[in-house]
């Protein structure tokens, strides 16, 4: 899956995509990334911002990986 977007919806799309595919509830994918369900419900209204290491970490959950690509600098 190819996303090009904020982190919220980055977020929103692998939840769903982890529910849909896999089965996986919120509160599994809590568990086995190792975030808080604070933490996820936090970004996902944009209260605060995920560092790329835990949003790395809940996408990888999710079963897909998070690629970052730069432009020119």
Same mark, same amino acid.
């Given at each position: 899956?190819? !996303?090009?977007? $904020?982190?919220?919806? !980055?977020?929103?799309?692998?939840?769903?995509?982890?529910?849909?595919?896999?089965? +996986?509830?919120?509160?599994? @994918?809590?568990?086995? $990334?190792? @975030?808080? +369900?604070?933490? !996820?419900? &936090?970004?996902?209204?944009?209260?605060?911002?995920?560092? +790329? /290491?835990?949003?790395?970490?809940?996408? &990888?959950?999710? #079963? /897909?990986?998070?690629? !970052?690509?730069? #432009?020119?600098?």
């Amino acid at each position: 899956m190819t !996303i090009t977007a $904020s982190y919220d919806v !980055i977020l929103k799309q692998a939840l769903k995509s982890a529910k849909d595919n896999r089965g +996986m509830s919120r509160k599994d @994918v809590v568990e086995k $990334s190792g @975030v808080s +369900m604070t933490a !996820i419900e &936090n970004w996902l209204v944009r209260k605060s911002e995920p560092s +790329m /290491h835990l949003l790395t970490a809940v996408v &990888n959950t999710c #079963g /897909h990986q998070l690629v !970052i690509k730069l #432009g020119d600098l």
